[in-house]
């Protein structure tokens, strides 16, 4: 089998970049490891900066999503017994987020792809891409028991952290640039109507709570806990008490303590390799950077990756010109490195190190202070959360 452009992963990157591709009339496969049940159940983002929900409109995906999503205008910060709303349309000029999870926004992009779109093939796992120097680059897949070949005129990696494209880049050429944080969130899916119609990020002693949503009768709640946690550590009672705590009181309603139906432990990380590109080989979404969730730019990052790289493939198919594919690595980590420094800045004001000294407690205090008396520092963070406009 031949394509233009070979996608390694079906997550919101592969199957996004597949869909844009296919509206600008370039074919390309997709291949994914895993199972569709999987891949539409996976529990991850929740929120859609306006240039995600833009692009995803752009690509034909928003009709669900304008009929079930939640548009927020804001969020509530949590702080030493005070609680104080930012105003994202005040703040950046009109822009604002939308609640819309991951698995929606899979479920639409798999759901077209299959009705109109080039292959998507499940359980078709790679195990190499080769030749990223050379015109033909190859990438060897395992699909219904047998070893096959697809080879490809690009590549694009869109396997996620432990993907296998990232390998094209040979060892000499790749930079890897990580920190590790010493503490995780547990998160939990819960049958319980929001705390409030926004969601509240909340420091405390504890540790950082946060409560999120993915209706208006579903909650999404976390709560940092220590490296290594067990979720079997935490009781569903244990997890509401803890939650009662470090939320506080603020704006909104009591917590109200419903089902839970998920709970798992996940680690924060900040790492990036550079480059972006090698070769005919490119990387976009997880497959070459990881923010720690507090600033939900994970799957949005991903997003603008990819419509950067569908940019540039269609600006190739039309002009023959590969100047915005030669532009991409650079380009695109310049917006990666904005979103490392707002999530590494919202995580370490926001948690409670285990080792934290009472200094640095003031410190976060004081950040979160100047957040809510100073318009201007308050417009930064909602320019970074509500996201920076997509430029070319
Ligand atoms: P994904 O979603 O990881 O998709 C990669 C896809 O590639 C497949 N794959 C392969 N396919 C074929 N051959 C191989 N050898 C393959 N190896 C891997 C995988 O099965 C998968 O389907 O990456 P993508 O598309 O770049 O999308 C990025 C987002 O998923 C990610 O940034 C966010 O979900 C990050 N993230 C969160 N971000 C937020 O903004 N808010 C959150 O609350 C939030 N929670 C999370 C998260 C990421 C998590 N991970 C990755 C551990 C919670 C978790 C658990
Ligand atoms: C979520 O709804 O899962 C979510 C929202 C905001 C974050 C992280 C996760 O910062």
Redesign the pocket.
Same mark, same amino acid.
């Given at each position: 089998m031949h394509t233009t452009v070979g996608i &390694? !992963? !079906? !997550?919101?990157?592969?199957l996004l970049l597949a869909r844009l591709l296919h509206r600008a009339g370039v074919d390309s496969v997709v /291949? *994914?490891?895993?199972g569709r049940s999987y891949?539409e159940q996976r529990q991850? =983002? !929740? &929120?859609l900066e306006q240039g995600t929900v833009d692009i995803l409109r752009a690509a034909g995906a928003g009709e669900r999503m304008g009929r079930e999503g939640m548009p927020h205008d804001g969020i509530e910060l949590r702080f030493d017994g005070r609680a104080h709303r930012l105003d994202f349309p005040a703040l950046t000029g009109g822009r604002r987020v939308m609640v819309y999870a991951?698995t929606e926004v899979v479920k639409d992009l798999v759901e077209l792809q299959l009705a109109d779109g080039g292959p998507l093939l499940f359980e +078709? *796992?790679?195990t190499a891409v080769t030749g990223a120097d050379t015109g033909r680059p190859t990438v060897t897949?395992r699909h219904e028991g047998r070893e096959q070949t697809l080879t490809c005129d690009y590549v694009v990696g869109? $396997?996620?952290?432990? %993907?296998?494209t990232r390998l094209a880049v040979p060892e000499p050429v790749r930079t890897t640039y990580e920190r590790t944080y010493p503490y995780s969130w547990l998160g939990i899916l819960a049958d319980a109507r929001p705390v409030h119609d926004e969601l509240v990020y909340a420091h405390h002693d504890r540790g950082f709570a946060l409560a999120s949503m993915r209706s208006p009768t579903v909650s999404r709640l976390y709560l940092q806990v220590p490296n290594g946690t067990d979720p079997a550590d935490w009781s569903d009672t244990r997890i509401w008490d803890e939650l009662d705590t470090r939320l506080g009181t603020g704006t909104g309603r009591k917590l109200e303590r419903g089902a839970v139906t998920a709970k798992s432990v /996940?680690p924060m990380r900040s790492w990036v390799t550079e480059p972006m590109r090698y070769g005919r080989v490119f990387l =976009?979404? $997880? =497959?070459a950077h990881i923010v720690p969730?507090t600033g +939900?730019? %994970? /799957?949005?990052l =991903?997003v603008a990756d990819v419509a950067r790289l569908a940019a540039a493939f269609t600006q190739l198919h039309t002009t023959g010109s590969d100047a915005l594919l030669d532009a991409y690595s650079d380009a695109a980590l310049r917006r990666v490195w904005r979103a490392e420094h707002f999530s590494y800045f919202m995580t370490t004001t926001l948690h409670t190190d285990p080792e934290q000294s009472p200094f640095l407690t003031r410190l976060q205090l004081s950040q979160l202070d100047r957040i809510a008396s100073s318009p201007h520092a308050a417009a930064e963070l909602a320019a970074n959360y509500a996201g920076l406009p997509f430029e070319e």
């Open positions: &390694i !992963g !079906g !997550g919101p990157a592969g /291949l *994914e490891s895993r891949v991850r =983002a !929740g &929120i991951q +078709a *796992e790679v897949y869109c $396997d996620g952290f432990h %993907g296998v /996940l =976009a979404g $997880d =497959a969730p +939900a730019k %994970g /799957l949005n =991903a």
